[in-house]
Every structure is written in C-alpha cells, then in structure tokens.
C-alpha cells in the first residue's frame, strides 16, 4: 500500500502549452484578408449591377468611363473595408477579429485586465496594418525575426498577441488568489488565542 500510486487532482487550472502563435497570426490574417476580399467582391457586384441598371440610358462613352474607372473603385473600397474590418472587429469584439476567433487569438493591451481594447487602440492597431498595404502586407513578416514576435501594429497600439487558453488560464489563477483564505495553522490552540485577544488591551494601555 505504501508504494500504491495515486492521481492527485491539482486545485489550479493546468497551465496550456506553449503555442506558435506566430503562425497562428499569419493564419488569422489570411482569413481576416479573405473575408475582406468577400465582402469587397460582393459590394463591387451590387455596385456594378446598380450601374448596368440605373445608368443604361447614358452614353456610351459615360459608361465606358464608368466601366475604365472600376480598378480605381474597388480599391477605394478595399481600403474602406478594410480599415471598418479591423477597427470594428478590435474596438466591438474584445480584442478579436474573425481570424483571431477561428485561431483563439486574442489582442490584449500590457498591464490592464480589461477585455475590450481602447478605442485608440483599436485605431492604432488598424492604422499599423494600413501602412503596410504599400509593402503588400510583407511588412507583417517582422515579427518572424524578432524574439519579442512585435511587429507594426503591435508597436503603434502598444499590445500585444495572447491565445485564449492562456488567458482563460490566468483568469483562473486570479480567481483562485481572489477566493484564497489564510488560515490558521493551529485554530485551537489557546495560547494564540490570548495573545491576539490581549492585543487591544495592550494597545489601550499604551
């Protein structure tokens, strides 16, 4: 019996292993970009639809024109959908975008325990993706080379890459602190009990 081996069920959450978040990141914002892409296709369909439909008594060359300038329009509505995706998904959805969600990603600002990320943040953070549109997002690399995994958006809004598990894990840690009790380690014994009951005596003396 001495030697029987038994489970012994820890009271802490277990702590979650150690992931790659860096290429979970990259995995988050390619879905974030495809969704992007989705939602830019289908407003471009229903704007071209609208202008076959309602513009199709023009000239032809008014409508040629329309037609020469649709580069220029869908990037102008990338760019504006891409900078509501990011703003909106950080500022309304804790820290998270559709990509992060799908890969529990989580951003989260240093040193507060607030879920929801700052609307300065939030802007920030969008704002270190949209100067890396010129670089065709290569930009985003730098975190690969560096042992802190910050890239521009992480410096800009000042936070930082967190996966769920690990915050879920810390939360639990804090709940654990938070309902901790000290206990005394020897509640009957009367010599103790004398001394914490003399204390205010000893005081109202001095």
């Known amino acids: 019996m001495w030697n029987e081996k038994i489970n012994v069920v820890h009271l802490t959450t277990k702590a979650p292993k150690v992931r790659n978040l860096i290429k979970d990141r990259a995995y988050a914002f390619t879905m974030d970009l495809f969704l992007i892409g989705i939602i830019n296709k289908a407003i471009m369909f229903t704007y071209v639809n609208f202008v076959k439909t309602f513009f199709h008594q023009l000239p032809v060359g008014v409508r040629s024109n329309l037609a020469n300038k649709m580069t220029e329009v ?16 950080y500022y309304l959805s804790e820290g998270k975008t559709p990509g992060k969600i799908i890969f529990h990603l989580k951003v989260q600002s240093p040193h507060t325990h ?39 958006p992480d410096w800009l809004s000042n936070s ?4 769920t598990e690990e915050e879920k894990y810390i939360e639990s840690l804090e709940d654990d602190i938070g309902s901790a009790k ?5 509640p009957e014994d009367p010599i103790s009990e004398q001394i914490s009951s003399d204390k205010p005596d000893i005081k109202k003396a001095s």
Do not use: C, Q, W
């Open 74 to 89: 869908s990037f102008i509505n990338f760019l504006i959908v891409f900078t509501g995706y990011f703003l909106l998904s």
């Open 114 to 152: 607030e879920s929801h990320l700052t609307l300065k943040a939030s802007i920030l953070r969008t704002l270190g993706y949209f100067v890396t549109i010129p670089s065709a997002f290569t930009l985003l690399l730098i975190p690969f080379f560096r042992k802190d995994h910050k890239g521009i």
């Open 160 to 163: 930082f890459v967190m996966g």
């Open 182 to 186: 000290v206990t005394s380690l020897f």
